[in-house]
């Protein structure tokens, strides 16, 4: 199936008391040849009602979500379905026309936009006034309005034409609410996680996670198409292995490796004078001895019984050693980070005294016209042609690459990025290989998540049963307390923030005002002041973004600026999916990049004053000292008002007891 509309089809979910969530109407028709109020559902969107009436949704009168859906098998694009989706309930007594299955004292109904573009912002602003007249009607059975919404969104919206798909996403109240912590979640991403939002209501948590998107240059315009592909439902040539989960198997692979070792150990490979291998098997002091075959297929050149035993032992081994080769290296960013890096490495924030600093005040990125690829081959290129100057910088691009320790073959151009990407790489591969993006989960989707049948997800939930279950994920983001718990504590120190990044992040809560606060009617910031908007802290993310991929590069004297980023972080993000595949791009418009914290500066009281306040902001005991300190503040101050509200009665006690004294 292959269509230019941007809506695929307006979808009716309502609640029925003995049938649960379903599907009462949809436009076009869902399964091909049904009717419009049929309530059959493609395989593929089963859990689209429980979806589309979130968790609890029963206890406010209005909400709205996002969510994504698998593309169908009969698509031709096989890209993410993207869904928006208002709710509403109103009274029985309310409505003119009562059906005769309507028995409960209210209805719940929500209207659903499928669409091929992740235009979740500006879908939202329209859905919510149809959704608001469908439902003054006060009779669900007109539905002309729901054919005239999808009618009108196709004609006023064109496919591959929308330039800003982050309208609507504000990350104005994410930085209010997690301050410099925004920062540890941006950099959690790039980690690929298992990541769990919980929050309530759903729109105040759909909306964090895509704000938090939003920040990703790109992300949201074309970085999502493969955000619902499970790693099991990869195909061969896109199929890569997924990382271990645990340090506990890791474990478990060195003793598998140890005990290999042991047996490869006790056979002794030869070489005849014929070309032939001879297999020596040291068995208590035994040697048994079989001639293997020459060449490359290597095929047993013996028929022997004996001979088949030792070659399918030593084939299964060797098996056995791949693998768990590669899952060790695949599962590197999950090692103890402390065996890796020494406590100086680590705490990078006492190495800043004698590197040469910028002023921090300066957030703008800087161009380096003298780039260490522009310098190193500046006089090679003298006199050469503009093809000779291309293979010359290709050439540098490649040692650069070569110079890296990867974990993906280079060679293998299956596993090249499959996103459209710009001349700096973005959007990230982030949400590739599957690696899943669900802005809303329900809970019909815990298996899915449960199974392991993905390498990692970052997911949404409303349903505090997913935050019960500590295998499920690695890091909780509590977005009503603005809280993130993890599972693993040397995850929370790869993602500790250098003084740099404090002095970043304070930077951005300075200047987005506490005081501006989410228009109700449209979701929108009041606010419309450049510095300070949204725009302007997307610019910000990105120039720091830009810098760290610029720092990451290899080059002469740039460890000291990767200390900048937290170097136990950027060691781990080197070895993710998303990294692997931007390197892979050879992107070289990143040389003409400045390699260098936006932030960087000298270490000062001033860092030393912001680390103490993020400490206290994030720990548990730092929050019980600031409300032990707010409450004896405020009992200072009540004291004082009682102390000065009983001078003033004893003092007007006087005065009277004067005056009557003086009459007398």
């Known amino acids: 199936m ?47 009602p429980f979806l589309a009436l979130p968790d609890g949704c029963h206890n406010f009168t209005e909400d709205s979500t996002f969510f994504n859906l698998p593309p169908r098998k009969s698509y031709t694009a096989q890209t993410t379905v993207f869904a ?17 299955d309507v028995t409960r004292g209210s209805v719940q109904k929500s209207v659903v936009v499928l669409t091929q573009e992740p235009v979740f912002g500006l879908l939202l602003v329209k859905l919510k006034m149809i959704t608001h007249a469908y439902f003054e009607e006060k009779d669900f059975s007109k539905k002309e309005i729901l054919k005239e919404l999808y009618d009108h969104i196709n004609a006023s919206i064109s496919k591959g034409k929308i330039l800003n798909k982050s309208f609507g996403l504000s990350p104005q109240p994410l930085i209010s609410k997690f301050h410099h912590k925004v920062l540890i979640l941006y950099k959690l991403l790039l980690l690929e996680k298992r990541v769990l939002f919980y929050a309530t209501p759903v729109n105040k948590l759909v909306g964090s996670i895509m704000a938090l998107l939003s920040l990703f240059p790109g992300m949201v ?11 099991n439902e990869l195909s061969s040539t896109e199929e890569v292995s997924a990382p271990s989960s645990s340090i506990t198997n890791l474990v478990k692979d060195q003793e598998k490796c140890e005990d290999l070792t042991g047996d490869v150990e006790k056979m002794k490979l030869e070489e005849n004078s014929d070309g ?196 499920l994920v690695d890091v909780i983001v509590d977005i009503d307390q603005g809280e993130l ?41 009041t606010s419309t002041n450049w510095e300070g908007g949204d725009e302007w802290i997307q610019s910000q993310f990105s120039n720091y973004l830009i810098s760290m991929l610029a720092v990451s590069l290899p080059r002469e004297g740039g460890a000291k600026d990767i200390q900048d980023f937290n170097q136990a972080f950027m060691t781990v993000w080197k070895r993710s999916n998303n990294y692997q595949h931007w390197l892979m791009g050879k992107h070289k418009d990143i040389y003409n990049v400045k390699p260098a914290h936006p932030f960087q500066a000298q270490y000062t009281m001033s860092d030393m004053k912001l680390r103490l306040q993020h400490n206290l902001h994030g720990s548990e005991k730092g929050r019980k000292i600031e409300d032990a300190m707010s409450n004896a503040n405020q009992a200072v101050v009540n004291s004082g008002k009682a102390v000065s509200s009983a001078l003033g009665s004893a003092k007007s006690a006087f005065s009277s007891w004067l005056s009557e004294k003086r009459n007398k």
């Open 276 to 471: 032939s291998y001879l297999l020596s098997s040291l068995n208590n002091g035994e040697v048994d001895q079989t001639n293997l075959a020459s060449g490359s297929s290597g095929l047993w050149n013996s028929t022997s019984e004996r001979a088949s035993s030792i070659a399918s032992s030593l084939s299964s081994k060797i098996g056995s050693l791949s693998s768990v080769l590669t899952s060790t290296f695949n599962s590197a960013d999950n090692l103890d980070v402390s065996v890796w890096f020494s406590p100086n490495d680590l705490e990078d924030d006492q190495h800043h005294d004698d590197v040469s600093r910028l002023s921090f005040e300066n957030s703008r990125l800087e161009i380096k016209t003298d780039s260490p690829a522009r310098s190193r081959h500046e006089d090679e290129s003298q006199g050469l042609s503009e093809s000779d100057k291309k293979a010359l910088v290709d050439e540098s691009f490649d040692e650069a690459i070569l110079g890296m320790k990867s974990f993906v073959d280079l060679s293998e151009p299956n596993l090249h990025e499959p996103l459209k990407c710009n001349a700096l790489g973005f959007p990230l591969s982030i949400f590739t290989q599957g690696y899943l993006c669900l802005p809303y989960v329900c809970l019909q989707q815990y298996d899915e998540l449960s199974y392991n049948l993905s390498r990692g997800f970052v997911a949404g939930a409303s349903n505090m049963l997913f935050t019960t279950q500590p295998d």
């Open 485 to 525: 718990l993890f599972k693993d504590p040397n995850l929370k120190r790869v993602l500790h923030l250098s003084a740099a990044d404090l002095r970043f992040a304070d930077y951005l809560v300075a200047n987005v005002s506490p005081t501006d606060e989410l228009d109700e009617d449209d979701g929108l910031m």
């Open 221 to 231: 315009e074309s970085g999502l198409q493969y955000c619902t592909k499970r790693s």
């Open 84 to 100: 928006v989706s208002c709710y509403r309930q109103i009274a029985t007594s309310l409505l003119k026309h009562k059906e005769s």
């Open 2 to 48: 292959a269509t230019d509309n941007v809506v695929l089809h307006i979808v009716l979910v309502g609640f029925h008391h003995k049938k649960g969530c379903q599907v009462e109407f949809s436009y076009p028709p869902m399964i091909e040849g049904d009717q419009t109020d049929s309530s059959k559902l493609p395989e593929e969107w089963k859990h689209l």
